[in-house]
Structures are given as C-alpha cells and as structure tokens.
C-alpha cells in the first residue's frame, strides 16, 4: 500500500493518521509544483494529494480513502458522523479558496463577493463545532485538529480570537503524540 501526498496538506494527514500502525509507503510530493503535477498527473486526472494506492487500484479523495480504509476495518460510520466529517472537509475546502484568493492576488483583501461567500460559509460551520467540540468521536477530533492545524499554519486567519472552545480544544490536542508524529514541519 502506497500514500501519495504532502506533509502539509490536511487531507493527507487526516490519512495517515488513520493509517497508524499499518505498513505503507509515504510518497511525498508539493501537489502545487511542477514536478509534483507532473508526477499527479501519472497518477490521475484530479492533480490532488491524496492517492492511496492499493494493489492496482488508485484510490483518491480522502474521504473514499477513509471509507475504504474503514470498511476494510469492518467500521461503518453513523450518517451524522458522516455529516460532521462532511462539514470539516468544507472547512479545508474553503479555507483553501481563501487562501488562493489571496496567493493569487485575486481578491488579497477578502473583500469580492466569493470572497465574502466563502468566509460566511467557514464563520457558519465553525459556529458549530464551537459549539460541540466536546462531543466529537476520534474521527471526527482528528479531522478538525488537521483542519485548525493547517488554518494556522498557513496563517489564514485570526480563527482563535473568535471561537475560544476551538482553541482550548487545539492547544489540547497538540500534545497528543499521534499529532506529534504527523506535524507539519515548521
Ligand atoms: N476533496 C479532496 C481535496 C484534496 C485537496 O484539495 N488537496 C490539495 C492539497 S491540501 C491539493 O492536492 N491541491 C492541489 C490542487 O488543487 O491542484 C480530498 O478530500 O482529498
């Protein structure tokens, strides 16, 4: 079993994290250079970390990653812990349009009608788990501490001045050694 991804990326983290205590290869690549795209494209049209390959079969999409690997597991997943997943991945997806809009100098200051969109979406669903941080199954802590972890790093905002539960909850959290052993290198 080989996992294609980067140690920065939130996706391929919340992967190798439920892939602890497996035996697998970690191949790493910068999914945005372009020797990583040229190396993605070999792998699939989507250019997106991360690929579990499994025998033949390239798997992508860390949720479809997730759910192979569970059911392998004999894990099924509750729909509202699906829901909740569902929701953090919507954190990471619109955090990484706002950071695009900002990298690529297409709107840096947040201001143009996507712009305004997207920040409505990350504000509204992390009223949420501000609000159930501490109800959350593993699964579900793991993924948002990938997505708070990765909020912070790449500086996308200010996020812990509004939502203090979240941060109690993240500065707990990093403690942990399976978060330590998957860090992002800073
Ligand atoms: N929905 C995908 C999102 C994966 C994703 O966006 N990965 C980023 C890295 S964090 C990537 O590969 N970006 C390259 C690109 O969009 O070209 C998943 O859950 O796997």
């Known amino acids: 079993m080989k996992l294609i991804g980067s140690t920065t990326s939130p996706y391929v983290r919340k992967i190798r994290l439920l892939l602890e205590g497996q035996d697998y290869e970690f191949e790493t690549l910068q999914a945005l ?18 690929i579990l390959i499994v025998e033949d079969q390239k798997i992508f999409d860390s949720t479809i990653i997730a759910e192979y690997l569970l059911e392998k597991k004999g894990i ?14 919507e954190v990471c997806d619109t955090c990484i349009e ?4 900002k990298v690529w100098n297409i709107d840096t200051e947040w201001k143009d009608k996507r712009s305004v969109k997207l920040l409505d979406r990350l504000f509204s669903t992390l009223d949420v788990f501000e609000g159930s941080v501490d109800q959350l199954s593993d699964m579900e802590s793991d993924w948002l501490y990938c997505s708070l972890d990765w909020l912070t790093f790449r500086d996308i905002m200010d996020w812990q001045s509004r939502y203090p539960k979240l941060e109690s909850f993240y500065l707990t959290s990093q403690k942990l050694e ?5 860090a992002i290198p800073r």
Do not use: H
């Open 33 to 50: 250079s372009p020797e990583g795209v040229k190396t993605l494209k070999s792998y699939g049209p989507l250019m997106r970390v991360p």
């Open 76 to 89: 099924t997943l509750s729909l509202q812990e699906k829901l909740n997943l569902k929701l953090i991945d």
């Open 98 to 101: 706002l950071f695009k809009q």
């Open 178 to 182: 399976k978060y330590k052993s998957t």
